[in-house]
């Protein structure tokens, strides 16, 4: 069965210091990664997808197929990053359903 | 710019009673979901449909049924309300096909007394 595990509830850095929130997931078909992020009182929102291959306010994050993982990363954290971030499978193909992890709270301290 | 709305920002409801909520996009997406978000547990699928008339089930539908009679427009009903029902719930729409994001509602948070 399809599993998105988030390892960590809570992670407190440093503004400045980098940052790496951690999603693994098993999946026996082609896997498609998200990461989502959800501010104070805001509506969940797309972060970045990984077939884009793209960065959003300075975050990245690889597909590694043979690790079963796809990290999110940052190399300067900074105040604003303060959110709950979820990393998110699709599993229902060209339907798109959707599998989330418990979600990791990001908070950067000044 | 993507627009999904729900009925209500907060809803207070008693025990054993008929709630509805509502959802619309406006983007004429043909794939709609209902989640309940809950501390510690993530997003879970209560529901899905993947066309006007059709829903299907997802991870925790006990409790939960939907309605679906115009595309734009997703329901979900708790036909006799209970205590462990008070969550938030969200509303997602997307377009079919592969690597298209899901775009989501406000939220509505409901409480159970």
């Known amino acids: 069965a399809q599993r998105v595990t988030q390892p960590e509830k809570l992670l407190s850095v440093f503004k400045g210091a980098p940052v790496e929130l951690k999603c693994n997931y098993s999946?026996?078909?082609?896997?498609?990664l998200f990461w989502y992020v959800q501010y104070s009182r805001q509506r969940l929102q797309l972060l970045l997808r990984?077939?884009s291959r793209e960065s959003i306010k300075g975050f990245t994050a690889d597909l590694n197929k043979g690790e079963t993982s796809f990290h999110l990363k940052k190399p300067f954290a900074q105040e604003e990053d303060s959110a709950m971030y979820y990393c998110a499978l699709n599993y229902g193909g060209s339907q798109g359903n959707l599998i989330f992890g418990k979600g990791t709270k990001l908070s950067v301290k000044p | 710019d993507v627009k999904v709305t729900q009925s209500s920002r907060y809803l207070v409801k008693r025990t054993g009673e008929k709630v509805f909520l509502e959802c619309v996009q406006d983007m004429d997406h043909e794939n709609m979901f209902w989640y309940r978000q809950d501390p510690g547990l993530g997003l879970r699928l209560i529901y899905f449909s993947y066309d006007v008339k059709m829903k299907e089930k997802g991870d925790i539908p006990e409790g939960y049924s939907v309605s679906r009679e115009k595309k734009e427009r997703f329901s979900l009903i708790l036909e006799s309300a209970s205590t462990n029902q008070t969550s938030m719930y969200l509303c997602?729409?997307?377009?079919?096909?592969?690597?298209?994001?899901?775009?989501f509602g406000p939220g509505t948070r409901l409480t159970v007394t």
């Open positions: 997602a729409s997307r377009y079919p096909g592969r690597g298209y994001e899901q775009y």
């Open positions: 990984h077939i």
């Open positions: 999946y026996s078909g082609s896997p498609e």
